[in-house]
């Protein structure tokens, strides 16, 4: 465990402490203590602590960041892992037993600490979940350069990773990039809370007090060269490259530049379009929502009224009713107009639109004899419903066959909503679906387990969700069996369960034992055998 400590006290005391009560135990860990000329208690507070425990004290005149230290750490270092701690922060008292046991398991070289923050932002989809081995190419990886990880010793020493000491900050994103590229497994504890980065009552952070954009450009443009130094053309360079992008230039035109005068946001404008030009490319604009587009269209090309017209809208929350057109659904910015060529391409929203569509409840689920009916509503996220067709899909687990039962389209005015200025009408919402297993499809449904879904279309739009995470509260998780009769087939007496199971809306068919029993699920034994006497089978 390497820990550079400049002024860091009293914070230093906790720090320590959550390292002393690490269940992996203190026969597991060599601490490396780096004191970078500290002018307060933290060199003495760390000599008193070190006595009689596996750990080294290192003093050395202050270098101004936190890289000379890590780099001196890195080079007394002789265990399997390394592990970066600030002197402000803490770790769970599971975390490093955690991150090793993972790494173990999967053979990782570099593992991801669940990051908590304390006062501060921190990433936090990335940590959905825990993964085995994760896709630099994809997902939230690449968000978390912070140095707060598991890396194996071997992997870094074997290609002389080193922070580097020309940069006062930022200089973490090098060091965990090239770890990374060079990591064959990328492990992810997303399942205990491993480490809390604190933000200090005195702003002592040196990220704490930020950077102006001009230094956070010239970084990013470092970081741009080192990546396309270590990889191929291709969809993991972009997939890199834009998350440069996304986080130090474009996220920076918000409300402080809205804030700014109009010749500092000229400025800030011009700064940003010659890495705006060089670094975004059609395969990385192509990835970008509406709004990043529009604002990285606007600093290619220099024009900063409509850079400021298009962040005042993203802040206002993109007020405008969304337009379908050809099968495509578009935002509303003030710029450019529906008429302008560049309108399709830059503000096409169907992808975000369809990712959270069809927006679906099933309320009222029952069995008519063999007619399952659904009720509930559905509808293509942003878009009227004037020609909505909703339809139910269920498809056979085993052979993959889907059979569609076109659902009733129900008025409900009361669904109709306003966003901001705009009204969408979702006036036909609402459906009933019946499905009859004795005769859909041309006849009986056959034996099995069936999923159902809901699929939508809308204005040339079409989107299909699953239905066992839609279900209403009224609706019952129970998967109860319901008995039914079937004609036409060897074996008409049949039981039907309906419930949800792995956020899939389950129906499962099949032949009943015998009458008494296919009952007995429906009404109880006692109520079966009633109905069996009265039954001429």
Same mark, same amino acid.
């Given at each position: ?351 975000? @639109? $369809? =990712?959270? *569509? ?5 309320? &009222?689920? /029952?069995?008519? %004899? ?112 319901? @008995? $039914? =009769?079937? *004609? ?5 007496? &049949?039981? /039907?369960?309906? %419930? ?38």
């Amino acid at each position: 465990m390497i820990i550079p400590v400049h002024n860091a006290m009293p914070y230093l005391e906790r720090t320590l402490a959550s390292i002393a009560q690490q269940s992996i135990g203190p026969e597991a860990l060599e601490i490396i203590a780096v004191d970078d000329g500290s002018t307060d208690d933290s060199g003495a507070f760390l000599d008193a602590w070190a006595e009689g425990k596996q750990m080294t004290v290192i003093h050395q005149e202050a270098s101004g960041g936190p890289s000379r230290p890590r780099n001196v750490g890195l080079d007394h270092a002789t265990g399997t892992y390394v592990f970066f701690v600030d002197a402000d922060d803490a770790l769970g008292p599971e975390a490093l037993e955690r991150l090793v046991a993972l790494a173990e398991k999967n053979g990782s070289d570099t593992v991801l600490a669940k990051l908590i923050g304390v006062g501060r932002r921190v990433p936090k989809q990335v940590f959905a979940k825990t993964v085995d081995k994760a896709d630099l190419s994809k997902g939230d990886v690449y968000y978390t350069l912070m140095p707060f990880k598991l890396f194996r010793r071997d992997m870094l020493e074997k290609h002389g990773l080193r922070f580097p000491e020309h940069m006062r900050i930022s200089e973490d994103q090098h060091f965990v990039a090239r770890a990374y590229l060079h990591s064959e497994v990328i492990s992810i504890v997303g399942d205990y809370d491993c480490y809390y980065v604190v933000r200090r009552g005195d702003d002592g952070n040196i990220t704490a007090n930020g950077l102006d954009f001009r230094t956070t450009l010239e970084q990013a443009a470092e970081m741009v060269e080192l990546v396309t130094g270590l990889t191929e053309p291709g969809p993991l360079r972009d997939h890199l490259i834009g998350r440069h992008v996304r986080v130090e230039m474009l996220r920076r035109f918000d409300r402080g530049f809205l804030d700014a005068d109009p010749a500092t946001r000229k400025e800030l404008a011009e700064l940003a379009r010659p890495y705006a030009e060089q670094w975004i490319t059609p395969a990385i604009m192509a990835g970008m929502s509406a709004h990043e587009k529009l604002i990285s269209h606007c600093l290619r090309e220099g024009l900063t009224d409509e850079l400021t017209s298009v962040v005042e809208w993203d802040l206002a929350g993109r007020p405008g009713k969304a337009v379908a057109r050809n099968g495509r659904l578009y935002a509303s910015p003030p710029f450019p107009s529906a008429d302008s060529p560049l309108y399709e391409q830059l503000c096409d929203i169907t992808s975000a @639109a $369809l =990712s959270v *569509s069809p927006r679906r409840r099933v309320d &009222h689920v /029952a069995w008519h %004899g063999t007619v399952l009916e659904l009720v509930g509503y559905a509808y293509v996220d942003q878009v009227d419903t004037d020609d909505l067709r909703t339809e139910v899909v269920l498809r056979h687990a085993r052979s993959g066959k889907e059979i569609v039962v076109p659902a009733e389209q129900v008025p409900s005015p009361h669904m109709t909503v306003a966003r901001g200025k705009e009204t969408y009408d979702y006036g036909r919402a609402c459906f009933r679906a019946r499905i009859d297993l004795a005769t859909v499809d041309g006849g009986p449904l056959p034996k099995g387990d069936w999923h159902l879904s809901l699929r939508c279309t809308a204005h040339g739009l079409t989107a299909r969700g699953n239905l066992g995470t839609a279900l209403g509260g009224k609706v019952s998780r129970r998967a109860d069996e319901h @008995a $039914l =009769s079937l *004609s036409g087939v060897e074996k008409r007496l &049949h039981t /039907a369960r309906l %419930g949800p199971r792995d956020g899939e809306l389950l129906l499962r068919l099949k032949p009943a034992p015998s009458a008494v029993s296919a009952y007995a699920f429906s009404f109880g034994w006692k109520a079966a055998r009633a109905v069996r006497a009265r039954i001429n089978w």
